[in-house]
């Protein structure tokens, strides 16, 4: 067994518990792997079985990953490493204020829609290779992924916690998720209507040309991305899962990996399925994660009809030969609602499918 033992900072809240999160038996980097427990000397410790010959790396947290250890001036630190020989293993925790997640609010457009906040989260790793570029991952809703005083109900995705984890296990690469948040012109932002009527209310356009003419260059501008379409995708869940699908068709130049989950497909009777074949080039390039849970709607009936519509798209998707090229994933979720946390329990499966190796 190896002892570690871990000293926090003074101003650690003394109800609040550490946890240590690395390498397979040290938590696979969940943040929450480890528990460790407070002793009458203030330091904090745990026995753990390590493997004969294990190497490997761990950090401390609080329990999430937006609580990890800092160097004190809320940077990032490289994970310590440890081996099964060490014993014990000590660590000083010289802060909890690492910053994942940037915020620019009352971001403007001059496509004649409403400002809104843009956040983005940066992988494990940025601040520590000045010379490494990143993919990119931009997601609508922005609002419900990162924080549950923003998110719908106060439920977030917890999108950062999932990437974290699956970046730091090295089952998904590094990559930047920006949440491009919704304003009150959501159904008309993400939902494209075909000619007539309702025509004058589709703001869909306006909503792609700001994400690929104003957000984009923006966030390739202030970070190191990897702006070519191979390594840009687009996603959302809903009526975000359905402006997705619309905007990988519409730039194919620009996204070359789509999530659409729970795609709101039944909108404007049909639109984007009675139309997935016109102007197929975006097919000849994209990977797409689609899903649906069988537990959608509030009627057996309705989910019944949200799957079958699900599943017409992946089977027009697969004639144009997505499954021969393993570029479609079709997931139909058992006991899967139609709300935020179930779309966030699948985020790490998305992530690997979409920019996993």
Not at 59 to 64: D, E, M, Y
Not at 199 to 222: M, T
Not at 271 to 299: A, M
Not at 302 to 329: Q, Y
Request: hydrophobic share 40%; aromatic share 10%.
């Amino acid at each position: 067994m190896t002892e570690f033992v871990v000293r926090v900072p003074d101003h650690t809240p003394p109800d609040r518990r550490a946890f240590l999160a690395g390498d397979g038996p040290l938590g696979d980097w969940s943040a929450t792997g480890v528990p460790l427990d407070r002793w009458a000397d203030g330091t904090h410790r745990a026995w753990v079985e390590l493997p004969h010959g294990f190497r490997g790396r761990f950090v401390v947290t609080l329990g999430r990953w937006r609580e990890a250890e800092s160097d004190g001036h809320g940077h990032e630190i490289a994970p310590r490493e440890v081996s099964a020989d060490s014993h014990p293993v000590d660590a000083h925790v010289r802060g909890w204020d690492q910053t994942s997640v940037e915020y620019h609010h009352e971001f403007p457009s001059r496509f004649d829609l409403p400002a809104r906040t843009i956040s983005v989260w940066l992988p494990p790793g940025y601040g520590l290779a000045p010379h490494r570029r990143f993919p990119v991952f931009y997601m609508h809703d922005g609002q419900n992924l990162f924080d549950a005083h923003t998110a719908f109900a106060g439920n977030p995705w917890r999108a950062d916690e999932v990437a974290e984890r699956e970046v730091r296990a090295g089952r998904v690469p590094p990559l930047i998720i920006v949440g491009v948040a919704n304003t009150a012109d959501r159904l008309h932002e993400y939902g494209p209507r075909r000619c007539g009527a309702d025509r004058a209310r589709d703001h869909s356009r306006d909503y792609g040309r700001f994400l690929v003419e104003e957000v984009k260059p923006f966030i390739d501008g202030l970070y190191r991305t990897r702006p070519d379409p191979e390594h840009t995708g687009v996603g959302g869940s809903s009526m975000g899962g359905l402006i997705s699908l619309h905007l990988c068709k519409w730039y194919p130049t620009v996204f070359a990996r789509c999530a659409a989950l729970s795609p709101s497909l039944w909108w404007d009777r049909e639109y984007f399925l009675q139309n997935v074949s016109v102007s197929p080039v975006w097919l000849d390039r994209c990977r797409v994660w689609l899903d649906v849970g069988d537990r959608e709607s509030g009627t057996r009936a309705g989910s019944i009809a949200t799957m079958g519509r699900v599943h017409r798209l992946a089977l027009a998707l697969a004639k144009h030969g997505l499954c021969a090229r393993d570029r479609l994933r079709h997931v139909e979720v058992a006991d899967g609602f139609h709300n935020e946390a179930h779309w966030g329990a699948r985020f790490d499966q998305v992530l690997q499918f979409l920019f996993g190796s």
